[in-house]
């Protein structure tokens, strides 16, 4: 599994839960599109961001779109969309708007995540839940 990260300091956490660190930001999507080389499922968690009302709107909006039109040319063959969060519902609801598009047009399995990430449990339950059903889907 490879997460990605903005804070170099971070990736140490990330070994230490057996997670190849990559550091990226989905604000430069050019920083993100290596680290899907080999990657099957891609997952786009920023329900938790934080940061400016234009900032949130553009990483559930046009940035979303340019990583499912990225995503196409590589061997990603799932995604898994976190719908819930401390971010306005209404960004949500129009990220999950773009992936279920994003879904249609280029045939992309589609999961959305929208489990109150508050509840680790119970999140961390439904995440692996949607990555392993995109890994190995019902026959």
Known sequence: MRGTTRD????????????????????RLGTLTPALESV??????????????DGLAALHGPRLRAFCEAVVDTTVR?????A??????ALLA?????????ARTW????????VDPADRREWTEAADGAVRELLDPPR
């Open 8 to 27: 170099p300091g971070a990736c140490g956490a990330l070994e230490a839960d057996g997670i190849e660190p990559w550091v990226g930001d989905p604000d």
């Open 40 to 53: 099957t499922v891609a997952c786009w968690l920023l329900g938790g961001a934080e940061g400016s009302p």
């Open 84 to 89: 819930a969060g401390t971010v306005p519902d």
């Open 107 to 114: 045939e992309i399995p589609l999961r959305m995540l929208d």
């Open 94 to 102: 129009g990220g999950a708007e773009i992936a279920r598009e994003a």
């Open 78 to 82: 799932g995604l898994v969309y976190e």
